[in-house]
């Protein structure tokens, strides 16, 4: 698929988007504004279902907003807060130690790079990247498994990690499409495009899926 194909796709998608319902990391960016939030609820959605995610994160900010009042609990609290999300013990573990970081070492302040974020315990690209777009609004691309899984299907790109899928689309999408292409492809995987059992009837892109045609 050529990049004339996958924005006339995301055109599309940009449309649709409004009836789905958002990812939890999206509503807490428009909601709060708030980087360190958003870096929270990034970390909490790490292997976990959104809806399990919006939960913990609700209960965790209505105890706790700043890397000072998450010190102030301690690891089994925040453990027993978060549960069920994947990784509960470990999640509770890095969080502890990102706040503390962030108020030694940044004022209290989320770093605004990729570069400074991935120095922190528990983050990886995807939430690194999450949080210079929907924090910053900073360019980076967001690669999750439904953003890996579509650029794939489609056949915008052809990789095996999610890396590679970043590294791909930083060099052929548009750049006035890197922070809205996670937002979108999450959506639409969550809702239509889902892993198993995909809702092909239903999707508004469907003449243009390579799937269309096995």
Not at 34 to 40: A, G, M, Q, S, Y
Not at 80 to 97: E, H, L, Q, W
Request: positive net charge.
């Amino acid at each position: 698929m050529d990049t004339k194909t996958m924005v006339k796709i995301l055109k599309i998608l940009e449309k649709e988007y409004r009836k789905w319902r958002k990812p939890i990391v999206t509503r807490v960016q428009e909601e709060t504004k708030n980087p360190f939030r958003i870096l929270i609820s990034t970390v909490l959605s790490l292997r976990t279902k959104d809806a399990v995610t919006e939960k913990a994160s609700l209960k965790i900010f209505d105890i706790a907003k700043t890397p000072e009042e998450f010190l102030a609990l301690s690891e089994k609290e925040i453990s027993s807060i978060i549960y069920p999300v994947a990784f509960y013990r470990v999640k509770a573990k890095n969080i502890k130690r990102v706040c503390k970081i962030l108020i030694d070492k940044y004022s209290g302040k989320v770093p605004d790079t990729i570069e400074e974020l991935l120095k922190l315990p528990g983050v990886g690209r995807k939430t690194a990247n999450l949080v210079i777009t929907l924090g910053y609004n900073k360019l980076g691309i967001c690669v999750d498994t439904h953003v890996h899984r579509i650029s794939n299907r489609l056949g915008y790109v052809k990789t095996k990690t999610p890396f590679e899928t970043e590294m791909e689309l930083r060099k052929k999408l548009p750049k006035e499409w890197w922070i809205k292409y996670n937002d979108l492809l999450v959506s639409f995987g969550q809702n239509i495009c889902k892993p198993v059992k995909p809702l092909c009837e239903e999707c508004p892109i469907n003449k243009y899926c390579p799937l269309k045609k096995l």
